[in-house]
């Protein structure tokens, strides 16, 4: 029997509320409902009381959440989509990132996004946020790849008394499966080697990871060995694990599904850049999607992101230089 990812996300939820009663779940439709994905699915019933729903303001959710966390709760706050978290941005960025530094007083929230692309999904319902929440100081920036990372991390986000963005990708959702959950998990903030090369490192989060990790797949048959490192969490970033693999490959192809300007690929080859130069081979890439908003037409969208192609061709010519 498997479990998906969204499955892995709404057990975890389950365990967090099974195991601490100060944990409650509010947002849009997430009671008899379900969510709009179905991540809180029949929560509601097994815990009455305890998996609200929200009226449609962001800005009202965040705030609530916030207050409740100052009295000693610990929420899970679902967006829709996103998106829709930029109505929320000033209680995220200016109350609860702020609130340990300016009171002493704890606020562990955390806010799930329903991140990334997904065929149709079009600008306002497909935007990966990371980079933007990652940009301010307190807040703490999730992006699980696997359906392990998925419940593992969620659960070390709501036990972690600073405000957590757990940005969980639409498209893994049921696309990614795994036999079972697992029992032991790494730490957060810490990156994984999802795959050991010796000729270029790949760093990639959430989604990205998969195609990163289907390029290699590829190129071995070419004879290329491909490093593929997941960074799992944004913020805090593991430099010293892309440093390492780095220092082992010489080259370094940073791929991220956001928009390019700025965003965890620019922060990630300017580290490297300014504090591994001498480890590099080749000059450092990053590919990102392309600097327009998301378009709905299927064809354009696949055309507007990374893909393992776009991934593959800009990894042979790294691997060229």
Not at 21 to 48: C, H, M, S, W
Not at 103 to 121: D, E, F, N
Not at 131 to 139: E, K, N, S
Not at 227 to 240: W, Y
């Amino acid at each position: 029997m498997s479990i998906t990812y969204l499955e892995a996300i709404r057990e975890a939820q389950a365990r967090a509320l099974r195991e601490d009663p100060r944990v409650y779940i509010y947002g849009q439709d997430v009671g008899a409902f379900g969510g709009a994905f179905k991540a809180t699915k029949n929560l509601a019933q097994e815990f009455p009381g305890r998996v609200i729903d929200s009226p449609i303001s962001e800005d009202a959710m965040i705030g609530s959440a916030v207050g409740a966390a100052i009295e000693g709760m610990r929420p899970i706050i679902e967006m829709q989509f996103a998106d829709f978290s930029t109505v929320g941005f000033n209680q995220i960025i200016n109350q609860a990132a702020t609130l340990f530094w300016r009171t002493r007083v704890p606020c562990p929230i955390v806010v799930r996004l329903p991140s990334g692309g997904t065929s149709g999904g079009g600008p306002f319902h497909s935007q990966s946020m990371e980079a933007l929440y990652a940009h301010y100081p307190g807040l703490i920036v999730m992006t699980p790849a696997t359906v392990e990372d998925a419940y593992s991390m969620l659960i070390e986000a709501v036990a972690i008394d600073d405000p957590v963005i757990f940005c969980e990708h639409k498209f893994l959702y049921y696309h990614l499966k795994a036999e079972k959950l697992p029992t032991e998990a790494m730490p957060v903030g810490k990156a994984r080697i999802a795959r050991v090369g010796r000729d270029l490192t790949i760093v990639a989060y959430s989604a990205m990871v998969h195609e990163a990790l289907a390029v290699a797949e590829e190129l071995a048959t070419e004879g290329a060995e491909v490093e593929v490192v997941d960074l799992r969490t944004v913020k805090p970033l593991d430099t010293d694990t892309v440093m390492a693999s780095v220092a082992r490959t010489g080259r370094l192809l940073a791929v991220g599904e956001a928009f390019p300007w700025g965003g965890v690929t620019a922060e990630v080859v300017a580290r490297v850049a300014s504090e591994g130069f001498g480890l590099l081979d080749a000059p450092p890439q990053r590919l990102n999607a392309k600097d327009t908003p998301i378009p709905y037409h299927p064809s354009l969208w696949a055309a507007h992101r990374p893909t393992a192609r776009t991934i593959a061709v800009a990894a042979r010519n790294l691997l060229r230089t």
